[in-house]
């Protein structure tokens, strides 16, 4: 006993006095403010299974600039439109880089992902692609109206539905085809699973000196769900070149792109795990990004539904502008202020990604706080978009607030950036928006790399008379 008692105390004392250490250096090194620290653990047990409402009503006794201790990470939270504005506009450069979760460097996905790669060369040519190709009104236009076909007569699990209709969309756009029921249900298992696993809590992201033990497997497990992924999509690149190297006409989507610059975008390598990288990443991106647009039409007829008076403005909106037709235009949108009202106010109540989380690869002074390098910056967008100085009733679903008004969620107007903004601004924000608008219902979420709703809605769909 008198042997062990010194291996358990030494290794105590010295997380104690680096703890010590720690909250000394810290308390003189003008940090925003924040709540106090435990030993070893930080803040983590003021957080719970929705991490961007514990931060917000932590700001509401420490400031919307706020720091913690999450695990052995310096963290620091924004949670007011003008410090966003400050980090993501006026010190975006310095403040652009991603903070990486471990589970994303699973068969090396980060190394080749527009989410996780940091603002340089390959970052911004895979940036310039994907605006010029994917989502180019000629490109994104013609390929979503095939998915606007809604089922009848039974109820529907919306948010499946939903993400059905956008990996369709996104499948024709990358691929020139849809794919088969059975490929289809496993990229949205996959995804699904993905999203869960990523942003759930993981030791590994707390304490980055043990991150390379994986102690929760929580790699391991992405690593599974990755190669799932990354052999679709191989099947995909290998038919097409099977198809080119017999003289097939070019498609011109997206795969084609791809194909043609992909020695531009990365050396071509030997290592099968590495062969065709960018265009596993990218794609493994876009298809995960797919569920952002179902949360949002699932929480927007929620919503709908537990507002009849909006309900029926929709209603006689869409029966006015599209008369006999079955579905909507691309051209219809722009005669529909109403509806493009209610996506408005869904993303403002429900970002699809709530808590996006940046690291600083300098140090910068915020309103006379300082940001050190390297620290972890979570900018939380859902508390941003409820900021009761920029709305009236934040927490209430009124479309008519959106109703001539010049506010939009391109990244200018601060209390309103459910796609965030600055470098970062989602990428796939256009064609999110123009797939969008296409008795008690139970809005609680369920966190992930996107938003989601903890019982899938089910509604009945009926004609408009």
């Not at 940090?31 to 514990?54: A, E, F, T, V």
């Not at 310039?128 to 109206?145: N, V």
């Not at 123009?434 to 938003?451: I, K, P, S, T, Y």
Request: proline share 7%; hydrophobic share 40%.
């Amino acid at each position: 006993m008198a042997f062990f008692l010194p291996l358990v105390l030494v290794p105590l004392l010295i997380v104690f006095s680096s703890y010590a250490l720690q909250f000394f250096h810290d308390s003189r090194s003008r940090l925003p403010p924040g709540p106090w620290p435990l030993p070893l653990i930080g803040n983590l047990h003021q957080l719970d299974h929705l991490p961007h409402r514990s931060l917000a009503r932590l700001a509401a006794r420490h400031g919307p600039l706020m720091s913690l201790c999450l695990g052995a990470v310096l963290t620091v939270v924004t949670l007011s439109p003008d410090t966003a504005r400050e980090i993501l506009q006026r010190h975006n450069a310095a403040v652009a880089a991603r903070s990486i979760g471990d589970s994303m460097r699973a068969c090396g996905h980060c190394e080749s992902s527009v989410l996780c790669l940091p603002p340089r060369r390959k970052w911004r040519a895979l940036r310039r692609l994907g605006a010029a190709e994917l989502f180019s009104p000629q490109r994104g236009g013609g390929g979503a109206r095939p998915a606007r076909v809604e089922p009848r007569g039974a109820p529907v699990d919306v948010g499946r539905a939903a993400h059905a209709a956008a990996l369709g969309l996104l499948s024709r756009t990358m691929f020139s085809a849809d794919q088969d029921p059975a490929t289809a249900r496993e990229v949205s298992d996959v995804v699904d699973e993905a999203s869960v696993l990523a942003a759930g809590p993981n030791v590994s992201d707390f304490f980055p000196a043990v991150a390379a033990a994986d102690l929760q497997g929580v790699r391991r497990r992405m690593a599974r769900l990755v190669k799932r992924m990354y052999a679709i999509i191989d099947e995909q690149i290998e038919r097409r070149k099977r198809s080119r190297a017999a003289g097939e006409a070019r498609r011109n989507d997206l795969l084609d792109v791809m194909l043609d610059k992909e020695g531009e975008l990365e050396d071509q390598s030997t290592d099968e795990m590495k062969r065709h990288g960018t265009i596993r990443g990218l794609f493994t991106d876009l298809f995960t990004g797919g569920e952002t647009t179902s949360h949002t039409i699932e929480c927007a007829l929620a919503e709908l539904l537990q507002a009849p008076n909006s309900m029926r403005k929709v209603q006689e909106e869409l029966k006015t502008v599209m008369g006999t037709k079955q579905q909507i235009d691309e051209t219809d949108i722009s005669k529909l202020p109403y509806l493009q009202a209610v996506v408005k106010e869904t993303l403002r109540l429900h970002p699809p990604v709530p808590l996006p989380p940046y690291e600083a690869e300098a140090t910068v002074e915020i309103q006379g706080y300082v940001i050190p390098k390297g620290t972890k910056v979570l900018i939380n967008i859902w508390a941003i978009n409820r900021c009761v100085d920029s709305w009236i009733e934040p927490n209430k679903f009124m479309p008519e607030r959106f109703l001539g008004t010049e506010v939009n969620f391109m990244g200018r107007d601060f209390q309103f950036i459910p796609f965030g903004a600055g470098r970062r601004i989602c990428l796939g924000q256009p064609l999110a928006h123009r797939m969008d608008e296409d008795n008690g219902v139970d809005m609680r979420e369920r966190f992930g790399l996107a938003l989601s709703l903890v019982v899938p809605l089910r509604a009945v769909a009926e004609e408009i008379h």
